[in-house]
């Protein structure tokens, strides 16, 4: 059985998961990236510069909220790596415009549940199994899950409220897991980025200078994806032996209460 460490990194590609990516890439891990991109380009860049560090990359597209794939994606992890010992759920959207919690749609509502919270929660349940599985071959594996939810996870934003909710979900998720996996020694950890410097956030990076610049974090600047990634590669290092559900708050300070 290879030694070759393996991490599959949802929504890859680009923005905080390909700043995860990379990340995990320059510690030693193989990376698995699935992606749901209109086209292969930005897939096809990460793999690239993963590969120039070293690394085996596989880039695959596919919908995380579709059962049947997340079945062929494990099966092509399987397949190509023959082992997995970090899952990232970093994979998500966003309303595909902000509306009014009054006003509102089910059909938003439905496609932001079914990618940000029933994918992973589902994806991890395989991914789990199959740790289980490979814990029991060898004993000194020490397999994780981090799941990436957001500062939205407990901040009320009602123009989007389905994104809200569906990353309280995911902070749920995170507690669920990680209480039922500690007996097999699977850590699973959250990360609640702030406000981050990607594709997502710049549409209203007019509004968010504005206000980081009043005051709203006490550290006055934007957070990069490649703060993101430090933290994954924390905890794909192994240096939270003794941690589980624990969030880590990437955030620039914006969780303190200030007066």
Same mark, same amino acid.
């Given at each position: ?7 599959? =990194? ?48 596989? $880039? ?27 899952? =990232? ?14 006003? $509102? ?88 980025? +702030? ?27 934007? +957070? ?10 924390? =905890? ?24």
């Amino acid at each position: 059985m290879s030694e070759q460490k393996v991490a599959l =990194v949802t929504g890859g590609s680009r923005g905080i998961g390909k700043g995860i990516s990379l990340a995990l890439a320059k510690v030693g891990y193989d990376v698995a990236i699935n992606h749901f991109d209109p086209d292969n380009t930005a897939a096809d860049q990460t793999k690239k510069e993963i590969e120039e560090i070293g690394r085996k990359c596989r $880039a695959w597209k596919g919908d995380i909220s579709s059962a049947a794939d997340r079945i062929v994606l494990l099966d092509i992890i399987r397949r190509e790596f023959g082992r997995l010992d970090l899952l =990232v759920n970093n994979a998500g959207v966003a309303p595909l415009k902000r509306v009014d919690i009054l006003e $509102a749609s089910e059909e938003s509502f439905e496609r932001l549940i079914n990618i940000n919270l029933k994918g992973p929660y589902f994806l991890t349940q395989a991914v789990a199994n199959w740790m289980i599985e490979q814990r029991k071959l060898d004993p000194e594996r020490m397999p994780a899950i981090v799941n990436i939810s957001s500062v939205s996870a407990y901040t009320s934003s009602p123009a989007r409220g389905e994104y809200c909710i569906s990353k309280a979900g995911v902070s749920m998720a995170t507690k669920l897991y990680a209480d039922r996996l500690a007996e097999y020694d699977i850590n699973v950890y959250e990360i609640q980025p +702030g406000i981050i410097a990607t594709e997502m956030t710049a549409p209203v990076k007019e509004k968010y200078d504005k206000m980081i610049a009043e005051g709203l974090t006490p550290i006055k600047r934007w +957070g990069t994806p490649e703060d993101i990634g430090k933290a994954v590669s924390a =905890v794909a290092q192994g240096l939270f032996p003794f941690s589980t559900g624990q969030v880590f708050n990437l955030d620039g300070g914006f969780h303190l209460r200030r007066l």
